[in-house]
């Protein structure tokens, strides 16, 4: 059973413009969510996280929205550049039980930023 | 630092072979963590292990064992390989687990295909 969901397969977003990548979850035991940039043939990378205390976390262009109650994020890229064509794994973790030192994994999501 | 490294990147194995997916990382990380990650899916967790000595099952422990005899390494062994292993393996490595998530740090893949 997917406890992450990732339900866009791909986007497609012009350069300039704002990509917003959604991500659901189910276990209200999850305490951290994180997202994972990866580009082919390379391992995925860490991007930005979000714990459950907070609604919103910044870094640069990139911006972590969390609402808890609809156990749902989403992540904004904001101007989206070419280079910002990935894929993008949301994940969630937690310190309690089953969740303690363990990431989740979505399925991803296929950024393309065209020009 | 080299970070997280994984040999070999790519084999082919037949039905009914074994072999060992080399893991190694240099950042005196605690954590370390097998995954695989089918076309289309997210990763799922195999093996983890929380220090030199401790291991423990993932998702989708099947088919495969681990050992963790130094903080450094921790080889995957695949012990009659299946066409149903045939994947991408990324081995990740995170600081012990604090009162703050540590973010997991990832190797670039070993292509598997099982004929």
């Known amino acids: 059973d997917q406890q992450v969901k990732q339900n866009s397969p791909s986007l497609s977003v012009q350069e300039g413009r704002i990509s917003i990548l959604n991500c659901d979850y189910t276990n209200s035991m999850f305490d951290y969510f994180l997202w994972y940039k990866k580009y082919p043939a390379e391992g995925p990378t860490f991007l930005i996280s979000i714990s459950s205390i907070k609604d919103k976390n910044e870094d640069g262009r990139f911006t972590v929205f969390l609402n808890k109650s609809a156990k749902h994020l989403s992540l904004h890229i904001v101007p989206s550049q070419p280079g910002d064509s990935a894929v993008y794994f949301c994940a969630a973790s937690g310190i309690r039980g089953s969740t303690l030192g363990r990431l989740y994994f979505g399925r991803g999501t296929q950024l393309t930023v065209w020009p | 630092n080299a970070g997280v490294t994984q040999t070999p990147k790519f084999r082919i194995l037949k039905i009914g072979q074994s072999m060992t997916l080399q893991c190694t990382q240099d950042?005196?990380?605690?954590?370390m963590y097998w995954y695989r990650q089918d076309p289309g899916m997210g990763l799922k967790l195999i093996y983890y292990?929380?220090?030199?000595?401790?291991?423990d099952k993932g998702e989708v422990p099947n088919g495969y064992n681990v050992s963790r005899s130094t903080t450094e390494d921790f080889p995957l062994r695949l012990e009659l390989a299946a066409p149903s292993q045939t994947s991408v393996y990324f081995c990740a490595s995170s600081e012990t687990q604090g009162a703050v998530y540590n973010e997991q740090f990832f190797g670039p893949g070993t292509r598997l295909t099982v004929l």
């Open positions: 292990s929380v220090g030199a000595g401790i291991t």
């Open positions: 950042m005196n990380h605690n954590y």
